[in-house]
């Protein structure tokens, strides 16, 4: 099984290993929207990721997308210890394509039935593009669903749980670059504002963090202001000398370009995929940029969904396994250096042995 991250070139599906045990493409009965689910693993038990609905300049773009982020769901679900492998689905809107109320619930109902003729293989969440809403009519047409809204029995939309393992994985890297966890007076640049990236950017600037931010969304300029933030153009962020980057947006942002001219000491942040390649974990480790593998720090969403959706769930041990994402991301870290090898190479062993004790 090949668990280290794809090439993110999106051009070519020849360049990403193929190393899934089922990969569906079909086209929606209802809405003529391509659908790809893709399941990467099982070894764990029932895969578990979310749907994405998005723009892409090619339907082969869209299929590698779920591939690499299906690959990265594995490693996420096995590192933060659950019981659950590794899926994703993408929808495929051609590049301009606007759906309306209408058109997004044909889309729903096209991809209920594509999960339910998974036969219980893959349970899916919401992801970009969609929502716990959305997850609602999903659910019409198969019960492989999770993170409805609370009005429909569901336990809600993930977004406050990713926050929180994301803050405490900024708190653990800040520990392991200055000996303490103070998030008080650093300096983070937050690059994304959505609905994780702007919960972490109101942590942060409560705490009493310096802030620098951007988001592709120049509505979201407000809320920058709301917090005292300095905005800056997405393409300058990673050039800001600071303590940390912290990428929320969509992946890919670590190109070998972008790591090059980077001026902080760490990178922690909530985006899947942030490599463009993994080598650019060995060229992050030559700069000396402490890097906190993406699949580690975004768990905290798919750690509450999947423990709240147990019967009888515990809130209090959902928040404290949430939390110990920091501590995951810690022994990371100490691993990486006793080992003289890259963070990212330390938590795919982490989520390989862990693998591999289920085998």
């Known amino acids: 099984m090949t668990l280290t ?123 970009v593009g969609t929502s716990a809403e959305l997850m609602a009519i999903v659910a019409e047409r198969t019960s492989h669903v999770c993170g409805l809204p609370a009005a429909s029995g569901g336990v809600g939309e993930p977004a406050d749980a990713t926050a929180a393992g994301v803050y405490a994985s900024i708190e653990s890297t800040l520990e392991a670059l200055f000996g303490s966890r103070e998030v008080r007076g650093r300096h983070l640049v937050i690059s994304g504002l959505g609905q994780v990236g702007g919960r972490v950017a109101t942590a942060a600037a409560a705490a009493g963090a310096t802030l620098t931010v951007t988001d592709i969304n120049p509505d979201k300029r407000a809320l920058a202001d709301e917090l005292g933030a300095r905005w800056v153009p997405v393409a300058d962020a990673h050039r800001v000398h600071a303590d940390l980057f912290v990428p929320c947006g969509l992946g890919g942002v670590l190109t070998s370009a972008v790591i ?24 992050l480790n030559a700069r000396g940029i402490l890097w906190a593998p993406d699949f580690v720090v975004n768990a905290g969403g798919v750690v509450y969904l999947d423990l709240a959706s147990e019967p009888n769930a515990d809130r209090a041990k959902i928040t404290e396994r949430v939390a110990g994402i920091g501590s995951v991301l810690t022994q990371i870290f100490t691993d990486a250096s006793a080992s003289e090898i890259t963070t990212l190479a330390a938590a795919e062993l982490l989520a390989v042995t862990r693998l591999n004790a289920a085998s």
């Open 5 to 127: 991250h794809p090439a993110a070139a999106l051009d070519s599906l020849a360049q990403i290993p193929l190393s899934h045990e089922k990969v569906l493409i079909e086209t929606g009965k209802r809405s003529g929207l391509m659908i790809t689910v893709a399941i990467h693993s099982t070894r764990l038990g029932q895969a578990l990721g979310g749907a994405r609905l998005w723009q892409y300049a090619s339907w082969t773009d869209a299929v590698a997308d779920a591939l690499r982020l299906s690959a990265a769901m594995t490693l996420k679900n096995a590192a933060a210890g659950l019981n659950r492998g590794g899926g994703k689905c993408v929808i495929y809107l051609p590049l301009g394509t606007v759906l309306t109320d209408a058109g997004k619930r044909l889309a729903m109902l096209d991809l209920g039935d594509a999960i339910e003729s998974m036969k219980g293989a893959y349970m899916t969440a919401e992801d």
């Open 260 to 283: 090059a001219e980077l001026n902080v000491l760490g990178i922690c942040g909530a985006a899947n995929n942030q490599l463009e390649n993994p080598a650019g974990a060995a060229q």
